[in-house]
């Protein structure tokens, strides 16, 4: 069973910069697609970011795109999400996801969650 654990959520005002974090049980190597998806109050959950290692490579929600950056790290088997310049519409709970294979940024395709690192951007 893959067990996906998220760190690094908190609070920063507007315009400040988190790092999350997410430790894979297993190495994200590239038969893997490892993601970043966020939900707030009243709202879909929705996709931010995604790195495999097929064609798609690195994918961006258009509204992060500039903003947000994903790597991982083969040896440390962790995913991390680099976000700056953040604003209040970027707060939510945001989910680390798996799914083997190349797959979109779309929810319906992972089925491997953990349980999310809440993000809080003050005006």
């Known amino acids: 069973q893959v067990q996906l654990v998220e760190s690094g959520g908190g609070s920063v005002e507007a315009g400040g910069s988190l790092n999350l974090s997410c430790a894979v049980s297993?190495?994200?190597?590239?038969?893997?697609?490892m993601a970043w998806f966020r939900q707030s109050p009243g709202k879909e959950r929705e996709g931010v970011a995604s790195?495999?290692?097929?064609?798609?490579?690195?994918l961006f929600a258009g509204s992060v795109k500039g903003q947000f950056t994903i790597s991982k790290d083969i040896n440390k088997k962790t995913v991390d999400l680099q976000m700056s310049n953040l604003k209040p519409e970027d707060a939510g709970m945001y989910y680390c996801?798996?799914?083997?294979?190349?797959?979109?940024?779309?929810?319906?395709?992972?089925?491997?969650w953990g349980q999310g690192a809440q993000v809080t951007v003050s005006s």
């Open positions: 996801a798996a799914s083997q294979g190349s797959v979109p940024l779309l929810r319906r395709w992972y089925d491997i």
């Open positions: 297993v190495v994200p190597d590239n038969t893997w697609t």
């Open positions: 790195i495999d290692g097929g064609f798609r490579g690195a």
